[in-house]
């Protein structure tokens, strides 16, 4: 079992920034993937970016050039830089751990974006 804590999330004006993180219960170094995705009120969990053991990323086309995700294999941590936020970038981001069989979740940080 792994445990997957967020934090980092709050209520922030439009064009401002927030810093989320996720640590890990265990190493991640040979986690192949871990990302962040975010699900609106009424919405379905949407992905936001991924990266890779390799440090590969990819990001959903509408946080492109905003937002930065990032890794720590020593600190177990990955991290979500977002920048010149916006009221549609509101709403609960989860961390993703992409294990061999089965995916794990954190349980959230609310992100909320004041126009």
């Known amino acids: 079992q792994v445990q997957l804590v967020e934090s980092g999330g709050g209520l922030v004006q439009a064009g401002g920034s927030l810093r989320l993180s996720c640590v890990a219960s265990r190493n991640i170094l040979t986690i192949s993937t871990m990302g962040w995705y975010r699900q609106a009120p009424g919405k379905q969990r949407d992905l936001v970016a991924t990266?890779?053991?390799?440090?590969?990323?990819t990001y959903v086309g509408s946080v492109k050039g905003r937002f930065t995700i990032s890794r720590d294999n020593a600190k177990n941590t990955i991290y979500l830089q977002m920048n010149s936020l916006q009221p549609e970038d509101t709403a609960v981001y989860y961390c993703l751990l992409r294990g061999s069989l089965i995916d794990y979740w954190g349980q959230g940080t609310q992100v909320t974006v004041s126009s």
């Open positions: 990266i890779t053991s390799g440090g590969s990323t």
